[in-house]
């Protein structure tokens, strides 16, 4: 069955980075497109789109917001996709979750704080 495994999240001061890993199994991941997405914490947030990847990293497209910030990039042979966060503000704390079709990883935590 289809499994996302993501890791890499955690605490990090304002200004810091975070790499982001999601490996996958389960499915065709080298012809498949994947996705970021992240929850903010509290009651009644959605799950909002950070970031898309094409199935050969080629094309990739970003919350507007974003994109001078985050950075999308896959590994086929690791059938991995990534998401480099830099510039990291408190309020890009969240779930982070990778995606495929209509399949969600666990999620990882990131927390940005002083």
């Known amino acids: 069955q289809v499994q996302l495994v993501e890791s890499g999240g955690g605490l990090v001061q304002p200004g810091g980075s975070l790499r982001l890993s999601c490996t996958a199994s389960?499915?065709?991941?080298?012809?498949?497109?994947m996705a970021w997405y992240r929850q903010p914490p509290g009651l009644g947030t959605e799950r909002d789109l950070v970031?898309?990847?094409?199935?050969?990293?080629?094309?990739?497209n970003y919350a507007r917001s974003l994109k001078e910030r985050f950075t999308i990039s896959r590994d086929n042979a690791k059938n991995t996709v990534y998401l480099e966060m830099n510039g990291l503000k408190p309020e890009d704390t969240a779930t982070y979750y990778c995606?495929?079709?209509?399949?969600w990883g666990q999620g990882t935590q990131v927390t940005v704080s002083s």
């Open positions: 995606n495929f079709d209509w399949h």
């Open positions: 970031a898309t990847i094409s199935p050969t990293g080629r094309a990739t």
């Open positions: 389960g499915f065709s991941f080298a012809t498949s497109p």
